[in-house]
């Protein structure tokens, strides 16, 4: 089977952890771009990726790359390929694009006859041509072109790979799937010690704990991906990694997960959004002040998320919150690294601790930090701590 680029696309920040996921699944890296990674394979290791990667977004397969000037250029090289042995006549395609050349002033038109060329040649050799529009269930072609330089990719995920499909029941600002995997990723968690999410919200952070624990796949939730609606795709072989990796998993994790909200719907909700996922057995669930979520003896990690608001009022509203995030972190919770998850600089300072680690992070579009925290045992580096200025 022919190997070929593979680009994995992922939110900004989250490059670092897709390379290491890449690493341990035994895929090279072969560049970091912003908000991607690319490595190669064929379409049987996409369809791996696709069910196995916790912080990508689209698993991106190169078949075509050419130079081209025009919309004409463009359409020549693209009818070239031989579609009509990809994508089904009686099937849907959608096209999706980047477009950054100076003869293309619409990007939806550089679409158009990179969809045209496709359905042409396929009518041509089949004698009917597939649907097209903007739904991304079915095949969809990624069309790349940034001055002269053409990548045609089939994205084999379609939907992208944030969407698990667990989280029916949204709450106020919930993270998306693939942020949250990359946050739980970030602290170390493994499943051996206490995973503890106060602020837990709709749960999102909590059940990407718990499946990374399981060691569970998350396209295991998942029954439709774009590569599925190319031809000839393997079924055979689909179904024996989705056993393969279903009998791989862990029954239980050792450390404890968790997971309190003092709004009683939020906890309602992630409750059956992990039941939804299939691990609300390793989750433990109440309501209470954040202050008060349980924090067993042996330690381990406790990741907040609080609100962090936009405008001024809200942030001065918010700034007590995080006071008091900083002084349970100091009096409750030694044995314990510490996180925040903000995308206010101003809030993160009310914490008064100095971070060990500050990463880089973006969340609908605001850039935000993934603040660490020792919180050691015996107090002494909490104590040694200096206090930030205001
Ligand atoms: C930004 S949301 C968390 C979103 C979550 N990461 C998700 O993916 O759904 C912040 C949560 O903190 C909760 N919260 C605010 N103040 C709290 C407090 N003092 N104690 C406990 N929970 C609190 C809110 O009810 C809200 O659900």
Redesign the pocket.
């Known amino acids: 089977m022919r190997k070929s680029t593979i680009l994995i696309t992922c939110p900004k920040g989250i490059p670092p952890l897709l390379k290491q996921e890449l690493a341990g699944l035994g895929f090279p890296v072969l560049t970091e771009v912003i908000a991607g990674v690319s490595t190669e394979g064929t379409l049987d290791d996409a369809m791996r990726l696709n069910l196995l990667l916790r912080t990508g977004h689209r698993v991106l397969f190169v078949l075509q790359e050419f130079r081209a000037n025009d919309a004409d250029a463009l359409f020549r090289e693209v009818s070239a390929s031989a579609w009509e042995d990809v994508i089904p006549a009686d099937g849907y395609l959608c096209i999706t694009s980047s477009v950054e050349n100076p003869s293309i002033k619409d990007p939806r038109f550089a679409s158009l006859k990179c969809k045209d060329a496709i359905v042409d040649r396929i009518a041509k050799a089949r004698g009917k041509r597939p649907d097209s529009g903007p739904e991304r269930d079915r095949s969809v072609v990624h069309l790349y072109w940034k001055d002269d330089r053409c990548v045609v990719y089939l994205d084999t995920s379609g939907e992208p790979l944030s969407r698990r499909g667990y989280r029916k029941i949204p ?5 998306q799937e693939t942020l ?1 995997a990359a946050v739980v990723l970030a602290t170390g968690w493994d499943g051996s010690r206490n995973f503890i999410n ?8 909590a059940i990407e704990a718990a499946l990374i624990g399981l060691d569970r796949a998350p396209g295991l939730l998942r029954s439709n991906f774009a590569f599925m609606h190319a031809l000839g795709w393997n079924e055979a072989l689909w179904s024996e990694l989705r056993d393969r990796v279903k009998k791989g998993a862990r029954k239980g994790v050792v450390g404890r997960i968790i997971a ?4 009683p719907d ?1 906890i309602e909700a992630a409750k059956k959004n992990a039941a939804t996922a299939g691990v609300e057995h390793v989750i433990e669930f109440s309501v ?3 202050k008060d979520t349980p924090l067993p003896e042996s330690g381990g990690v406790i990741v907040l ?3 962090y608001g936009e405008r001024m009022g809200e942030i001065a509203r918010l700034e007590a ?1 995080y006071k008091d995030i900083g002084n349970h972190f100091k009096q409750r919770c030694r044995g314990y690294t510490g996180y925040v998850f903000t995308g206010s600089p101003v809030l993160a300072k009310k914490v008064s601790l100095k971070p060990k680690r500050s990463l880089p992070f973006f969340n609908s579009g605001i850039e935000c930090r993934l603040l660490e925290y020792d919180l050691y045992e015996g107090s002494k580096k909490v104590k040694k701590q200096k206090a930030l200025p205001d």
Do not use: Y
């Open positions: 709450l106020g600002a919930p993270m949250a106060p602020m837990c919200g709709s749960g999102t952070l309190t909200d003092s709004n939020a209470c002040d954040f998320n609080p609100e919150a």
